[in-house]
């Protein structure tokens, strides 16, 4: 019994923050891909070619954007609970572009309520919507790149200055990420508009793309030269062999999607975006495994008492399968609800 | 220039973020729970008349709903951005009830808000019904566990402080069901049902008074009294024994509470002062002698803890929890009167005849708000200066963040809240003053349309 007992104890802060880290990796994941194309939309949402079109546009996420967000605040929440310590040097770090993502998210979030309850102030609350969704976007985008580029941390306190964020790489990471969501939308909106609008969506997807890619490959370039740890794992003979599957996937992706929308496909389009996202967040994780603090603190480090951990995981493990089927059944149900249902 | 201090900007913004934030869950958690039971009436006597109120309803619920939702999200990113220290030493205990609270109640409330928004044709009555039902109780289960956070930071139980000065827990049920939380979720929960009656009553009282949507008028009013006249002196009897259990557990908050310096048996009921803590007295007092005592003992020589009894570094300010505290009761008693003067008019016929009272209802009702506002700052202002009462002070929670960046942020929320805050009641009052929709616009199939589904759409390029 003890023998078990104290095999447990040694076992278990090995292995929980490894669970741990792939349940928010999921968590962040879903939110990039569920937020992305919602966000994304906003963002095309000037464009568009009539009001009747913006009409269809927030009709389509109406009802899913606030389920979406939620994966937002699960990705806090978890991080809090499951990694305290990179919590605690992460957010205030970020605290500017944490702000603005989250003043952002507010601005966009009411519009959906707002916009069809007005009349005269339409405008605004469109401004707000795209604009918050812009805002949102490249704050999360900005995110991503000063969390690559990682930390200054003294003593599990951050200890750098309020603008460390702000550098080049993660100009470049903002623009890269908007570009996705973009697609993403484009993506959504060919599955879910009438011909006119698709057809529309179909011609923004080609530049989005054109745009991706080229920001693929200056990401995959540049990444490596930010650690020498991160260009030893892609360029060391053996690695390059075994991880060259991720680089190759995404070309084939990049490839398969333009002919997707060549050939005017309703849902691959949609489904590759996702796919060209998953290959590049496989891609970062081969990059920044194990630190979940960039450069120096490890998931082990950073993570929760153990017992804080398992508490969790006891519900995360039966709720998440319950959370993502009633989502699905939600979007199912939902699919095409036309912008004046009985609610509006 | 001043030094801009991070601690007193981080204050004040969670302040307001959180209060601003509380008013929405506080109206969410009643007319979720409301319009449950208006669709479970209109499912049983099939009258067209309860989901005309409902789908009325359940428009302002979106809205309040949305509000909620994108304030609630800055919350979640504060206890980081700006108390990062509370974070990283408390993480182990907060993190994971927070964790749950997404897990078993936002995601529960998002899934199903879509279907009971934009679902009433596209699935069957029951459904729909289903759907209603999981977002009220996501609106419970959401207060259960942020208040078993608060209430822990409040009454921390079941942990040990490890020489690094980082918390973990040693029992997660004491942590959960900590000797305040049973009191507060009660008081908070029968706070939002309260709060909700009230509006929900007074904007029945105003149909009635305009001679608009009569009936539906007279549906809100009655169901809204209904509530008020039990849950009133029931929250009465909750907040008593609530104050008992923090003279017991948080003596420091309750001497604020009552502006009592001294410690005291047969202590006073001071109804009035202003607290002078730098003189550590109080002016212009106005008290009856030893019913204080009574009332937070049950007895008239109990023995009360003045401020005095306390190092002046363990003391809170008395001046907002002495004010707050009385603003907080004060309403309590006018709910109860609401409730009784009512009910004793609707009892005997004069109800709707007696204009008098449906004018002052209407007047009084959105109180309930002051009444949960006042009630968070007695409970939040009254624990300083502690974030987790005894273990860690508020000055020691707080983030590596400059005052200047907190102080840009807090001028943004400001802004943004109130640009947002206003747009809100705007739109809530033009669809209270539409009134309800008497004819459905759409309508009612027992089944939903299936040709409009994915696969459907799939097979017609």
Known sequence: ?344 | MPELDPLLLSRIQFAFTISFHILFPSFTIGLAAWLVVLEALWLRTGKAIYREVALHWTKIFAVSFGMGVVSGVVLSYEFGTNWSELSRRGGNVIGPLMSYEVLTAFFLEAGFLGIMLFGWNRVPKWVHFFASCMVALGTVVSAFWILAANSWMQTPAGFRVAEDGVLHVTDWWQVIFNPSFPYRLAHMVAAAYLTTAFIVAGIGAWYILRERSVPHGRIMLGMGLSMLVWLAPLQLVIGDLHGLNAREHQPAKIAAVEAHWETQRRAPLILFALPDPAAEKNDFEIAIPALGSLILTHEWDGEIRGLKSFPPDERPNPIIPFFAFRIMVGIGLIMIAAGLIGSFLWLTGRLYSSRWFLHVLVWVSPLGFVAVLAGWFVAEVGRQPWTVYGILRTADAVSPVPGGSVLASLILFVLVYGIVFGAGLYYIAKLVKRGPDETPPVPQRDEADLSHRPMAAAGNP
Not at chain 1, 61 to 86: H, I, K, Q, R
Not at chain 1, 128 to 141: E, T, V
Not at chain 1, 185 to 210: C, F, H, N, P, Q
Not at chain 1, 272 to 294: D, E, M, R
């Open chain 1, 1 to 344: 019994m003890t023998g078990t007992a104290s095999q447990m104890t040694e076992f278990l802060p090995v292995i929980l923050p490894l669970v741990w880290a792939a349940i928010l990796a999921l968590t962040v994941f879903l939110y990039v891909l569920l937020g992305g194309y919602d966000l994304g939309l906003g963002v095309l949402f000037p464009l568009a070619p009539s009001d009747k079109d913006r009409d269809a546009m927030m009709a389509s996420v109406a009802p899913f954007w606030d389920g979406n967000e939620t994966w937002l605040v699960l990705g806090g929440g978890g991080l809090l609970a499951a990694f305290p310590l990179a919590y605690s040097i992460m957010l205030p770090a970020l605290y500017i572009p944490i702000i603005l993502m989250l003043i952002g998210l507010i601005l966009r979030g009411v519009a959906f309520e707002f916009r069809f309850k007005s009349e005269r102030s339409r405008w605004l609350w469109d401004l707000a919507f795209s604009l918050g969704s812009l805002l949102a976007a490249l704050m999360q985008g900005v995110i991503m790149g000063a969390f690559i580029e990682g930390f200054a941390v003294t003593d599990n306190k951050f200890s750098g200055g309020s603008f460390d964020w702000l550098t080049p790489f993660s100009a470049v990471t903002a623009v890269a990420l908007l570009s996705g969501y973009v697609l993403l939308s484009t993506g959504w909106l060919i599955m879910k508009a009438d011909e006119a609008l698709r057809e529309w969506a179909y011609g923004v997807a080609y530049t989005a793309l054109i745009v991706v890619a080229a920001f693929i490959v200056i990401f995959s370039l540049w990444t490596p030269f930010l650690h020498p740890e991160i260009a030893a794992r892609w360029f060391t003979p053996a690695n390059m062999v075994m991880l060259s599957p991720v680089p190759l996937a995404t070309a084939a992706s990049v490839g398969a999607l333009w002919m997707a929308l060549n050939r005017r496909q309703r849902y691959t389009p949609f489904l590759l975006a996702v796919a060209l996202f998953i290959l590049c967040y496989t891609g970062l994780a081969v990059s920044l495994f194990p630190y979940i603090v960039p450069p120096d603190i490890t998931i082990w480090q950073a993570a929760a008492a153990p017992e804080s951990q398992l508490f969790m995981l006891y519900g995360a493990i039966p709720l998440l399968p319950v959370i993502l089927g009633y989502t699905a059944y939600s979007y199912y149900v939902l699919w095409d609800a036309p912008e004046h249902d009985a609610y509006h």
